[in-house]
């Protein structure tokens, strides 16, 4: 059986050796702390600016300040920088985390679109790290977003056997 790595893999097209490319170099030494803060800060303007309110509304309950702080706290330890997130959040966790919200492959799309944007407007961050950056991204996501589709085929058949056998 595939493990959950190697789907994330097939479906995101991003071999696990480019997606992990982002540990042979360490992002943080190179980008500095600020850069990371300017990448979550320009991603999440872009997320709670979207003209397409579907995608805005997952964000709804999210203050864009303590979004914009995990995000990059995440960021910094992903890429060779001091634990913050876990210091403050413990671990990350990131399928948990998400379970409450539709993470959808059409989210998953609309929050990498505004990442490249967000990537591409950051100044300080070369075309070198942003694949890296990018292929990680998209090789998480899809480790994010594959999870509930995994599991729905198996709840949907628990659905259908209770329907049919009450007293089971
Ligand atoms: C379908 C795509 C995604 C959607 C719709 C989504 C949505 C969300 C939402 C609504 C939050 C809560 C905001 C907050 O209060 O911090 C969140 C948190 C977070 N997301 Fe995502 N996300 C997606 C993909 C990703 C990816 C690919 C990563 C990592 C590469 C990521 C990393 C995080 C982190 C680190 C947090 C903070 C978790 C916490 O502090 O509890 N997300 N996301």
Not at 15 to 22: E, L, R, T, V
Not at 69 to 95: D, T
Not at 102 to 115: F, I
Request: glycine residues 4%; hydrophobic residues 40%.
């Amino acid at each position: 059986m595939q493990s959950l790595q190697e789907k994330a893999s097939e479906w995101s097209g991003v071999d696990s050796a480019d997606a992990f490319a982002i540990d042979n170099t360490n992002l943080f030494q190179k980008l500095g702390l600020q850069t990371f803060i300017n990448l979550s800060t320009n991603f999440y303007n872009r997320v709670y600016d979207d003209e397409e309110e579907w995608f805005r509304s997952i964000f709804v309950n999210s203050k864009k300040e303590e979004a914009i702080q995990n995000q990059y706290e995440f960021f910094v330890q992903r890429m060779g920088g001091p634990p913050l997130f876990s210091q403050r959040k413990g671990h990350p966790a990131l399928i948990g985390r998400h379970r409450p919200f539709p993470v959808t492959h059409q989210a998953a799309e609309r929050w990498l679109h505004h990442m490249e944007k967000a990537v591409d407007s950051t100044s300080d961050i070369d075309d070198d790290s942003k694949i890296k950056m990018m292929n990680f991204f998209r090789h998480e996501l899809h480790q994010i977003t594959s999870l509930p589709i995994l599991i729905k085929p198996i709840s949907n058949s628990i659905r259908v056997l209770v329907i049919y056998f009450p007293s089971w």
